[in-house]
């Protein structure tokens, strides 16, 4: 089992910046695939970005691209979401997720492990 814990979320004007953490606690973090996916009121969950297991190769959503960045440290079995350039879309409540499947990172459905979530609200 893998625990997840996400932080760093809260209230920015446009065009500030956030970074969120994600902390993963029980089996081996460096075997798993890690996701962000994001879900604004009234809205399905979406995927926001992904990483692999080693950290060589990311995914992005089209709104996510040139404004957010994924990264992950294994020795401190954590997985950042760096946000720049904030919009008052981008106000949702952010997962990470943690998955074993190397296959369709943008697939909710293949992940096996989820946080709580954290609150972002961007303001105008």
């Known amino acids: 089992q893998v625990q997840l814990v996400e932080s760093g979320g809260g209230s920015v004007q446009a065009g500030g910046s956030l970074r969120l953490s994600c902390a993963a606690s029980g089996r081996t973090f460096s075997n798993y695939g890690m996701g962000w996916f994001r879900q604004a009121p009234g809205k399905e969950r979406a995927f926001v970005a992904h990483i692999t297991p080693s950290g060589d190769s990311t995914l992005y959503a089209d709104f996510a691209k040139g404004r957010f960045t994924i990264s992950r440290d294994n020795a401190k079995n954590t997985v950042y979401l760096e946000m720049n350039s904030l919009k008052p879309e981008d106000t949702a409540v952010y997962y990470c997720?943690?998955?074993?499947?190397?296959?369709?990172?943008?697939?909710?459905?293949?992940?096996?492990?989820w946080g709580q979530g954290t609150q972002v609200i961007v303001s105008s």
């Open positions: 997720a943690a998955k074993v499947l190397s296959v369709a990172p943008m697939n909710e459905r293949l992940y096996d492990h």
